[in-house]
């Protein structure tokens, strides 16, 4: 904060956001596309501050429904509670993009697909962009469509999905924790869009989980679900996890025991900031695995060797 008496010097008050002088910060400008189906999107694109047109970069689409009127937001650089921290990634040569999704009703899965795809194939055509680098993020109702979308494109070069609804059949019925509600009313007039009950569109309800396609997945996926979720059953991450390990997919869960959808603890927030950027260090920058990419990390060595190291 600055003070002036004269309207033509200014003297420092504050401050406030000394921790950020080393971070390379954000730019932030609004895309618009046409998406598949004809009508027009928008989403934000992320770029360093010392970005360079003429260099090629990795790409992470992070989304949920609709962040394009947040351009102007803050962003502060913080361990993750369960998304990619935009400053922290941009800092680090990353370019973020965030699109808009406009949902039909019955169609969550394909709405996101014909946002989000028309949006990578436009990133792909700017000289920028490293169409070959290119990965999913995203948590709860983001995490859902990230494990939609891996069943039906393979253009993305890894996936992270956070708590994400697997089987619309299996978490209809259930209840919501942390509210003591039934999951039904989302998937008949909310969020999930489905439109009706699981007797009147079952169609519906299996053609927009991403279990019933699991044999089409070929993206490497990261699954984070908690087992104190409180909004998304903790057993549909697991569902997904054991359908894809059945299969043979390249798929890993990380689990924080005692945690609710998003992380509390900061022990925990910095371990899941860790594992992001190993992550997406080493599929989209080709940097060494850590072990717990490598090799994964059994159960039973859970609080005994955190798998960080290479």
Same mark, same amino acid.
């Given at each position: 904060?600055?003070?002036?008496?004269?309207?033509?010097?200014?003297?420092?008050?504050?401050?406030?956001?000394?921790?950020?002088?080393?971070?390379?910060?954000?730019?932030?400008?609004?895309?618009?596309?046409?998406?598949?189906?004809?009508?027009?999107?928008?989403?934000?694109?992320?770029?360093?501050?010392?970005?360079?047109?003429?260099?090629?970069?990795?790409?992470?689409?992070?989304?949920?429904?609709?962040?394009?009127?947040?351009?102007?937001?803050?962003?502060?650089?913080?361990?993750?509670?369960?998304?990619?921290?935009?400053?922290?990634?941009?800092?680090?040569?990353?370019?973020?993009?965030?699109?808009?999704?406009?949902?039909?009703?019955?169609?969550?899965?394909?709405?996101?697909?014909?946002?989000?795809?028309?949006?990578?194939?436009?990133?792909?055509?700017?000289?920028?962009?490293?169409?070959?680098?290119?990965?999913?993020?995203?948590?709860?109702?983001?995490?859902?469509?990230?494990?939609?979308?891996?069943?039906?494109?393979?253009?993305?070069?890894?996936?992270?999905?956070?708590?994400?609804?697997?089987?619309?059949?299996?978490?209809?019925?259930?209840?919501?924790?942390?509210?003591?509600?039934?999951?039904?009313?989302?998937?008949?007039?909310?969020?999930?869009?489905?439109?009706?009950? &699981?007797?009147?569109?079952? $169609?519906? =309800?299996? #053609?927009?989980?991403?279990?019933?396609?699991?044999? /089409?997945?070929?993206? *490497?996926?990261?699954?984070?679900?908690?087992?104190?979720?409180?909004?998304?059953?903790?057993?549909?991450?697991?569902?997904?996890?054991?359908?894809?390990?059945?299969?043979?997919?390249?798929?890993?869960?990380?689990?924080?025991?005692?945690?609710?959808?998003?992380?509390?603890?900061?022990?925990?927030?910095?371990?899941?900031?860790?594992? &992001?950027?190993?992550?997406? $260090?080493? =599929?989209? #920058?080709?940097?060494?695995?850590?072990?717990?990419? /490598?090799?994964?990390? *059994?159960?039973?060595?859970?609080?005994?060797?955190?798998?960080?190291?290479?």
């Amino acid at each position: 904060m600055y003070i002036s008496t004269d309207l033509k010097s200014l003297d420092q008050l504050t401050d406030m956001a000394a921790q950020q002088k080393d971070v390379n910060w954000i730019t932030a400008e609004l895309v618009k596309w046409k998406m598949l189906d004809g009508k027009m999107s928008e989403g934000i694109l992320y770029k360093p501050e010392n970005f360079d047109p003429k260099k090629k970069y990795p790409v992470i689409f992070y989304f949920y429904e609709r962040n394009a009127d947040g351009i102007y937001s803050y962003k502060a650089p913080a361990p993750s509670a369960s998304i990619v921290n935009v400053p922290y990634f941009v800092s680090n040569e990353y370019l973020i993009f965030d699109p808009n999704i406009y949902y039909k009703d019955g169609e969550p899965g394909n709405s996101a697909f014909n946002s989000v795809v028309s949006a990578a194939r436009y990133l792909s055509k700017m000289p920028f962009v490293d169409s070959t680098r290119m990965a999913l993020q995203g948590q709860s109702w983001g995490g859902y469509q990230i494990a939609y979308l891996v069943t039906k494109t393979n253009m993305f070069r890894a996936a992270w999905a956070g708590a994400p609804v697997s089987n619309m059949t299996s978490a209809y019925g259930g209840i919501r924790w942390g509210t003591g509600m039934n999951r039904q009313f989302q998937y008949e007039h909310t969020q999930s869009r489905i439109g009706a009950t &699981l007797w009147e569109r079952q $169609d519906l =309800y299996i #053609k927009n989980s991403p279990l019933f396609s699991a044999d /089409k997945v070929n993206t *490497p996926l990261v699954i984070m679900h908690n087992d104190a979720d409180g909004a998304v059953p903790w057993y549909q991450g697991i569902e997904y996890f054991t359908a894809l390990r059945r299969l043979g997919k390249k798929v890993w869960m990380l689990q924080y025991n005692g945690e609710d959808h998003n992380l509390v603890e900061r022990k925990n927030r910095k371990d899941l900031s860790i594992r &992001l950027g190993q992550f997406f $260090d080493y =599929y989209l #920058k080709d940097k060494k695995p850590a072990k717990w990419i /490598k090799d994964g990390l *059994p159960a039973t060595e859970k609080g005994k060797d955190w798998g960080l190291g290479f």
